[in-house]
């Protein structure tokens, strides 16, 4: 998983409020949308 991000965290970010980094914490690719639930929902 280490070259999802080459050590770097915040390139997890892959748009605003899109997050790549469920793969880190469970098996498979996976993106989650993040944020207070009015800015998930405008998203």
């Not at 915040?10 to 980094?21: H, I, K």
């Amino acid at each position: 998983m280490t070259s999802l991000h080459e050590g770097d965290r915040a390139r997890l970010e892959v748009s605003p409020n899109l997050w790549a980094g469920v793969g880190l914490v469970r098996t498979g690719a996976g993106t989650a949308l993040v944020g207070d639930p009015d800015t998930v929902a405008a998203r």
